[in-house]
């Protein structure tokens, strides 16, 4: 690690023989900034701290990948809300969230750098570019949110990027103001730890500050608020696509190197090629790591170096990212590659949603008038991402093992290298195509399975079990989360007979009775009940007559609540016209449990209507 990082283990407190430490003493790190090329108009903090904050506004940067900028203050600041789990899994004491140097870290009037010794951590904003809905967009950036540190868990170790959203203009703002708004502010930090809490991979929130006193044009005029949120890493897709653009060679090589050992944890940690089975259902059998920076593998014309492995992990984290928003139907609503992550994180939350009737097609962002954003179409667009993340890094993967000679890195691709170099590149991203596929398809039937109460593997279960509930789920316009939550609790002499199966099909319609166009109580009943007899003779496979096992276990994968946009929509309404505080507590409460039955919040009756059926207005909801 090449940064500096404060010692701050003296005053950590003892949790649970984890060790935690207050604001002030968490160890602290600037490796991004330390590692990569500033902004060259602001090339030291001192440089961007005499700077008026007015003059850190949009311009074009070129040849960095972040510039030095502190947050603008925020006028009386209300700190709403914060996660637990957040607070713990940072390695923050209990309590801190009380202190004023946390309440004024989070609300951007702090800042961890000194003016007079320039000593500390000076908040940065990144630099990238990004493909958006399939067209080049150019320089786009962190256009409002400023990274103030990287903390390391005095216990774990993990290190995190502390970042502010709605934390003011940078020179990535572009024609925007810098701003956030409450809304859209409220939706990210609940889905960010709601998203961790269902094990999906994703960035993370540590809290939510109310600017009461800014005014945030929008459609129409909202308060602002900014979210404190972290990841390992927030570099994404774009950050390459920028530098691609404007023909970095050199700065494409670096950036690849500081995400294989300080993003990673090294090149050893990276997987060379798959060992691959003919098993539809468990079509990854392994792969092999601990391999020698410079080694090189395979043959021609496929030898893989380094750089392939690289962008072999890259590809691989996101496939399995990918099977786990498909198996709980999130859909993030907006795919470009400046929001598709280098780590496979749940990445920059705008308009997503959860499925809530099964339909393939929905997308939540209204602007997507082409679908190409839609559920069923997130595993294709990923991989598009990672196609163009092969072009920016395919002269490094295509050179295989003259990728470190002098004359490659100093002088380019010679002519009569280039057929080679393109053939080797091209062949070593088709090859990773085939293994995301792979990866995906194994990582969701394990998922799926898991949804089913199932524990072996069957080839038949894709099309008999998976497809054809997808296809009734479809058809019937079931809700897709209840669906599995509700046969969690279903017991097997209950479905013994087909007369059985119809009476607790019923159990999975919504409460005005059977929807969808054609359909009858009768030919829905007996849909529902034909799958249930698949489904309860698979169960019999796995399972002894224990119905109380496999239900823990199922309960344990299939959530009860999940943050729908209509009770996101009701939270805001809630806070903004009502006035209200404890209710962001109690669905944040119920966001980080997903799997309880209930969750002590004092109000019984409020969490189950927030776990019930979808009021039938509310179904598929849409925003920009």
Known sequence: MTAQITNGTANASNDGGLSRASLQDIPK?????????????????LASHKAPREALGPRLVKGALYTFVRPEETEDPELLGVSKTAMRDIGLQEGEEKSEDFKNMVAGNKIYWDSETEKGIYPWAQCYGGWQFGSWAGQLGDGRAISLFESTNPSTKFRYEIQLKGAGQTPYSRFADGKAVFRSSLREFIVSEALNALHIPTTRALALTLAPKSRVRRETIETGAVVTRFAQSWLRIGTFDIIRARGDRSLIRKLAT??????????????????????ASSPIVSYSRSIAPHEIQGEAPGEEN?????????ARRNAVTVAYWQAYAFTN????????????????????????????????????????YCYKNQPSIIWWNLVRLGESLGELIGAGSKVDEEQFINEGVAKEFAPELVKRAETVIERTGEEYKAVFLANYTRLMRARLG?????????DELFSELLDTMETLELDFNHFFRRLSSVKITEVETDEQRREVAGRFFHSEGVTGLGNTEKSARQRIAKWLEK???RVK?????????????????????????????????????????????????MALDPFNDEWDTGDRAQEERLCGDVPRGNRQMMCS
């Open 29 to 45: 790190s600037n490796v991004f900034t330390s590692s990569l090329p500033p902004d060259s108009e602001y090339s030291t903090p």
């Open 258 to 279: 500081y995400v294989a050992e300080h993003v990673y944890s090294g090149w050893e940690s990276l997987p060379g090629a798959a060992a691959t089975s003919s098993s």
């Open 306 to 314: 380094r750089f392939a492995r690289l962008f072999r992990e890259i």
């Open 333 to 372: 609503g907006v795919l470009n590659t400046d929001n598709t992550s280098l780590l496979g994180l749940s990445l920059d939350f705008g308009p997503f949603a959860f499925l809530d009737n099964f339909d393939p097609s929905y997308t939540p962002n209204h602007d997507d008038h082409m679908l190409r």
């Open 454 to 462: 199932l524990v072996s593997e069957n080839e038949k279960d894709f």
């Open 535 to 537: 489904w309860q003779n």
């Open 541 to 589: 496979e796995d399972w002894d007559d224990t119905d109380k096992a496999r239900e823990i276990a199922m309960k344990k994968v299939n959530p009860k609540f999940i943050p729908r946009s209509w009770v996101l929509d009701e939270v805001i309404q809630r806070v903004e016209r009502g006035g209200e505080r404890e209710i962001i507590g109690k669905v944040m409460r």
